[in-house]
């Protein structure tokens, strides 16, 4: 069964400097990898996505991640933070064999000092 | 194009009573997903639904169940609710392995 391990709870970094959630996954298949970001009280909104196309992976915002799958992970980077960046970020895997089952991580928290 | 519908967007529910919440997807998509996000247990898988056939299910008890019409709203319901059922409930819609949006949520208030 798929999983993901999300390496952070929280992480804190000052508006200009970069940005880096981890993720590991567990997968049988060949995985869909996702981020995702949650802001409070608001819905998830979809950051970016690796479906087993170009491992480097451009998403919305100047968010970006790596699929390596030599070490099973799919951390997400920025590199520059921005105030309006503080929100939850879910890495989140797709189980596949005609089943579209998200397994999701615990989340990372992140906070942008000023 | 419209994004996914859930109402209401807010519901407070005495325990044991039972709670009807929908979802209305992106027009064309055929697959709808639900989940539920709390504090302790994070995000959880619920059920998935396309064209009318649950297709998947998670470990939840048989108080939660959900449904599929034609043109592809889905609905779920929590019986005899419980405090435990307090929770934000998301949906999700799909057209394909690679492509969730999801909708602003329901948050559940059980009293």
């Known amino acids: 069964a798929q999983s993901v391990t999300q390496l952070d709870s929280h992480v804190s970094v000052s508006e200009g400097t970069p940005v880096l959630l981890r993720c590991n996954y567990s997968s049988s298949y060949s995985p869909s990898l996702f981020w995702y970001v949650q802001h409070p009280n608001k819905g998830l909104q979809l950051l970016l996505k690796y479906t087993s196309a170009a491992t480097l992976v451009k998403g919305i915002n100047g968010f970006e991640a790596e699929f390596k799958k030599s070490e099973t992970s799919f951390h997400l980077t920025k590199p520059s933070a921005h105030m309006s960046d503080a929100a939850e970020y879910f890495c989140?895997?797709?189980?596949?064999?005609?089943?579209?089952?998200?397994?999701f991580g615990k989340g990372t928290k992140l906070t942008v000092n000023p | 194009k419209a994004g996914v519908t859930q109402t209401p967007r807010y519901l407070i529910k005495t325990r044991g009573q039972q709670v009807t919440l929908s979802c209305s997807p992106i027009s064309g998509h055929r697959s709808v997903s639900w989940y539920q996000q709390t504090p302790g247990q994070g995000l959880q898988f619920l059920f998935e639904?396309?064209?009318?056939?649950?297709?998947n299910k998670g470990n939840f008890p048989g108080r939660f169940s959900g449904r599929q019409f034609s043109n592809s709203r889905s609905e779920m319901n929590v019986s005899t609710l419980e405090l435990g059922d307090s929770a934000l409930y998301l949906c999700?819609?799909?057209?394909?392995?690679?492509?969730?949006?999801f909708g602003s949520g329901t948050r559940l208030t059980v009293v």
């Open positions: 999700a819609s799909s057209n394909g392995p690679h492509g969730y949006t």
């Open positions: 639904y396309f064209s009318e056939t649950q297709r």
């Open positions: 989140v895997v797709s189980e596949q064999g005609g089943s579209e089952k998200l397994v």
